[in-house]
């Protein structure tokens, strides 16, 4: 996340600095033009802030561009008082000070996608700080043009009639709300969805949900999915024919969580699942986002919930390993069927002159002792793997860029990898091609995998096909006691000082082959594979049944619910 951090200080300091720096030279000097020209790079940087930091509060910096370019206007006329430049500089600065809280104001609606009602005073609401950038940019230009006034005056009017049509709308919203709840509610009504998924978590995590799509849509029940992040509405909304409703409150939830609904899924940790918890006449239920031997995926929080779907018995296991105490009839043993269309293959093929491997290094992840990511060390792997004449599909973590240091190690990574194919021809994955095939696709690629501690290696162990796992914590023998996983792989040392040895066994004489089978049905289930998600669409219908009954309410609050994000929402699986 540090370079996040360092993009979001870098957009602040250029929107601030480019800010003061437009106005002093407007208001102490006579370079009237490179006044115009500073507040113009200004109101850019305040865009690029925007996207960089959606909730960017920039009414200062906005003031002081507002201030140059009128100043600058008024020196460029030259005209004494003008009074159409008075009531532009009146009305400019009155949005000014009233956009932000149209702004937030407007946030703080439902907003929804794939029903049919109409949300436009939000979508509106949201882009008012872009309108007034984008209006003083054309101030600006029109004072560099030396426009009359009433060009400008007239632009602002536009604007402002806007800005107030919205504001009078979620005046009557607040104030006078129909009689039948909102147009949403009105409509999830009609819609009579029985389950939905909930879902908060970190820019960039839709994956999460959009993996569990097509599973709920073959449910076969009516469902809305629930973001409460509004970068997730058009995401999800465009991977699901079902109602998407982005529910920013507490109260907005009020509205979506409608009667005919009976059980709530979740697939991450996040904080804000304690908003959904507390409708206790919903029975809750844990998905994860996949399933792996990382300490967040025995997260004691799961113990929250009415039911935990797992994919096999380890993960029951898992917790108890952790000492999180969670009553065994919680748990119900669905499998992973996101892994149904991975190729499987009975028979371990040994000695290919040319295998292809699979290469996904996790990320850092935000605490040390979740740090499995093998980037720094990886160099060594991939110059023993093209010594062997493999192709290697590199698939990074989403996360990877969001650290400067693993981001220029992936870097030199690819580099190797793009040299090795203009020299040899052989067709390496990696950048936006690996990212372009879905990981099922990476999987089916290839002959074996190299992995990081992650959910990568419970899907592929579906396959049959040997793997790898980095031991980035130097712990030798204790490995694979923490992740049992690695007992049935081949582990590589923190220094790569057994890769030769790591890889012979994996491409070449694969002595694991019979061990994959049993740890494959204790992580993944043992079910057939021609109705593998059956299991999950089964126990999901019983909860739907029509004979259903509302869980016992429970005491919901205190130490028992999360109040952070945790490791198991912002480390994806991958």
């Known amino acids: 996340m540090r370079g996040d951090l360092v993009r979001k200080l870098i957009a602040r300091a250029l929107a601030t600095g480019l800010a003061v720096l437009a106005f002093l030279v407007v208001a102490l000097t006579g370079a009237t033009g490179w006044g115009l020209g500073l507040a113009v790079a200004a109101l850019a940087a305040a865009a690029w802030e925007r996207r960089v930091r959606p909730g960017a509060d920039s009414v200062a910096e906005t003031a002081l561009v507002a201030a140059a370019v009128l100043v600058g206007y008024a020196r460029r006329l030259d005209a004494g008082f003008d009074p159409a430049l008075a009531a532009t500089a009146l009305v400019l600065l009155g949005l000014v000070l009233l956009v932000g809280p149209l702004r937030d104001a407007g946030g703080l609606e439902v907003r929804a996608a794939n029903l049919p009602v109409r949300t436009w005073t939000p979508l509106v609401a949201a882009r008012l700080g872009d309108a007034l950038l984008g209006l003083l940019a054309l101030v ?152 792996s031997d990382k300490a967040p995926s025995a997260n004691p929080v799961s113990a929250i919930f009415d039911r935990i779907f797992v994919a096999g018995q380890a993960a029951v296991d898992r917790y108890a390993r952790a000492g999180v105490d969670i009553p065994a009839e919680k748990f119900v043993v669905v499998g992973r069927p996101q892994v149904e269309s991975i190729e499987v293959r009975p028979e371990p093929v040994r000695g290919l002159p040319h295998p292809t491997v699979l290469y996904t290094p996790t990320w850092t992840g935000h605490h040390a002792d979740a740090n499995y990511c093998s980037l720094p060390v990886a160099e060594a792997l991939l110059r023993g793997l093209l010594a062997r004449g493999a192709t290697v599909i590199l698939r990074a973590h989403p996360y990877t860029s969001q650290n400067p240091a693993s981001a220029r190690q992936l870097g030199r990574l690819t580099e190797l990898l793009a040299a090795d194919r203009a020299r040899s021809g052989r067709q390496h994955v990696f950048g936006a091609a690996a990212r372009e095939l879905t990981l099922t696709e990476c999987v089916n690629r290839s002959d074996a995998l190299v992995s990081d501690v992650s959910g990568v290696i419970s899907d592929y162990l579906y396959s049959g096909k040997p793997y790898a796992v980095t031991d980035m914590g130097d712990e030798g023998d204790r490995f694979a006691e923490r992740f049992p996983l690695a007992g049935s792989g081949y582990v590589l040392r923190r220094d790569m000082s057994n890769v030769d040895e790591v890889l012979a066994a994996l491409l070449d004489t694969d002595p694991l082959a019979a061990a994959r089978w049993a740890t494959r049905s204790r992580y993944l289930g043992d079910f057939p594979a021609e109705s593998y998600a059956e299991a999950f669409l089964g126990a999901a219908r019983r909860l739907l049944d029509a004979d259903w009954n509302p869980p016992t309410p429970r005491a919901v609050g205190g130490t028992g619910l999360p109040v952070e994000p945790d490791e198991a929402t912002l480390s994806p699986t991958t």
């Not at 970190?202 to 959009?210: A, D, F, L, M």
């Not at 409608?258 to 239920?285: D, E």
């Open 140 to 291: 600006a230009a029109a004072a560099a043009a030396t426009l009359p006034a009433g060009v400008a005056l007239g632009a602002v009017a536009l604007v402002a009639a806007g800005a107030g049509a919205v504001g009078l709308d979620l005046a009557r919203r607040r104030f006078r709300p129909g009689a039948g709840g909102s147009a949403v509610s009105r409509a999830l009504r009609r819609h009579q969805p029985e389950f939905l998924l909930h879902f908060s978590a970190p820019p960039g995590s839709e994956y999460q949900v959009t993996m569990w799509l097509p599973y709920l849509e073959r449910i076969g029940r009516p469902f809305l999915v629930m973001v409460r992040e509004p970068e997730f509405l058009p995401t999800v909304a465009a991977a699901t024919t079902a109602p998407v409703v982005y529910c920013p409150t507490t109260k907005a939830m009020d509205e979506a969580l409608v009667p005919s609904l009976r059980v709530a899924f979740y697939v991450n940790h996040g904080a804000k699942n304690s908003h959904c918890i507390r409708f206790t006449q919903l029975t809750h239920v844990q998905l994860h986002h996949g399933d």
